[in-house]
């Protein structure tokens, strides 16, 4: 059989396939610590759920408009309005099958064959591969550690070219949790806005933030960023919703519309059912979600302080997200009963199999000398998580 040319480019999600490992050991009677997923471990709130099983006894169950129902799409704007004050109208919002699928859709809209696109690296596993899928070219621009691994706008400069068409910020950033200040937003946005660039603005973990950090949207620097900016975000990480495929993006009428025209020969439209819990959650209490935040900030307190003790591993404080992104590489080139690391992706295979501990290797974040581990367990876990891979790390001779 041969497979179109497309899809023979790209890798299954390795945080996803990584992921489901994890799941079908534990499954097997295996005792698996995860870190894997970035996935939070609590259950959907109530309220959000209620919602879901009274549209389900009305049934709302029917196919509904390809780019969101009504209040939904009313509740996004509300949103925007009050956490950016951005103003976006109906037409400009499309509610999609998760982030995921609103990334999916822009770069289905935007590029034509050897397009551009401009990622800041370490950076998400999918947005590569997604471009890819779509004939254009991902540009990694390496980010570094010293420099809080924030993209500086010369290197951003020193990275365009005539096939330039577009630049994903991703802002807190996964892996690495950084979060980028107003300043420099304003120093990126002009250099893209100078080259006519498109900004896609993935804010998916914007509630996610620490030590008082306040998040600012790309949208929201102004009238030319307004007019250039797709901003996505989604209710997977700040509702505990990751299943319910619930995301959105906003922007342009023009490209919005197109996306949509993608959707309604794609998907149609997002479940009808979740649609409706998405409501509950943007219109409900947000008390749901500070209370998550505030665990989710005392276990990131303590797993950067557990790594940065262990021996050989140092690790930055990340200021949103719920990712710990450690750094290594001291381990590389050691051994153990004649297995030996060559990088992290030989490291994270080393601490899946001695101990038991899932993580996913640096490498496919675009960085190897960095694993990723996700603190959206609960504290029991990643204490015993951290004892056994402490042990395993000691192991390596
Ligand atoms: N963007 C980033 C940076 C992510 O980590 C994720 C993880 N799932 C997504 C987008 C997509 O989220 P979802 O499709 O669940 O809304
Ligand atoms: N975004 C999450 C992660 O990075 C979920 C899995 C995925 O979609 O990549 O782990």
Not at 203 to 228: C, H, M, N, Q, W
Not at 243 to 248: D, E, L, P, S, V
Request: with cysteine.
């Amino acid at each position: 059989m041969a497979l179109s040319e497309r899809i023979t480019q790209i890798q299954p999600s390795p945080t996803l396939q990584t992921d489901s490992k994890a799941k079908a050991l534990r499954k097997a009677g295996v005792d698996v610590i995860n870190f894997a997923a970035g996935e939070p471990d609590f259950d959907t709130p109530a309220h959000i759920k209620d919602a879901a099983i009274e549209a389900i006894r009305e049934g709302f169950t029917k196919y509904t408009p390809v780019t969101g129902i009504e209040d939904l799409k009313e509740a996004v704007r509300e949103k925007f309005a009050r956490d950016s004050g951005l103003h976006f109208c109906h037409e400009e919002i499309i509610v999609s099958c998760g982030a995921k699928h609103s990334l999916y859709l822009l770069d289905q809209v935007l590029l034509n064959p050897g397009d551009e696109v401009l990622i800041p690296s370490p950076c998400w596993v999918s947005y590569p591969d997604q471009v890819l899928l779509h004939g254009g070219r991902p540009v990694l621009i390496p980010t570094e550690e010293r420099d809080g691994f924030l993209l500086h706008p010369e290197t951003l400069r020193a990275a365009l070219t005539p096939r330039s068409k577009m630049l994903i910020l991703n802002s807190p950033c996964n892996p690495t949790g950084a979060a980028y200040p107003r300043e420099r937003w304003e120093e990126l946005a002009a250099v893209a806005l100078e080259r006519g660039l498109w900004i896609v603005s993935d804010e998916i973990y914007e509630k996610l933030t620490y030590d008082g950090f306040r998040p600012v949207s790309v949208a929201s620097l102004g009238p030319e960023a307004r007019a250039r900016t797709i901003t996505v975000n989604g209710l997977s990480k700040a509702y505990a919703m990751t299943g319910w495929r619930i995301g959105y993006a906003a922007g342009s009428k023009e490209v919005v519309s197109a996306m949509g025209i993608a959707q309604s020969q794609s998907t149609s439209n997002p479940t009808s059912i979740a649609q409706k819990a998405a409501v509950a959650a943007l219109r409900g209490s947000q008390a749901c979600v500070e209370a998550m935040v505030e665990e989710f900030d005392r276990r990131r307190r303590y797993i950067i302080d557990r790594l940065n003790r262990m021996e050989g591993v140092t690790c930055r404080v990340p200021q949103g997200a719920f990712y710990a992104f450690p750094r290594v590489d001291p381990y590389f080139g050691r051994g153990r009963k004649g297995r030996a690391i060559r990088g992290s992706v030989d490291l994270a295979d080393y601490l899946l199999e001695e101990s038991h501990v899932a993580l996913v290797a640096g490498a496919p974040f675009g960085d190897d000398r960095y694993l990723r581990l996700s603190y959206a367990t609960s504290m029991e876990e990643i204490t015993k998580g951290l004892d056994r891979m402490e042990a395993a790390l000691h192991r390596l001779r």
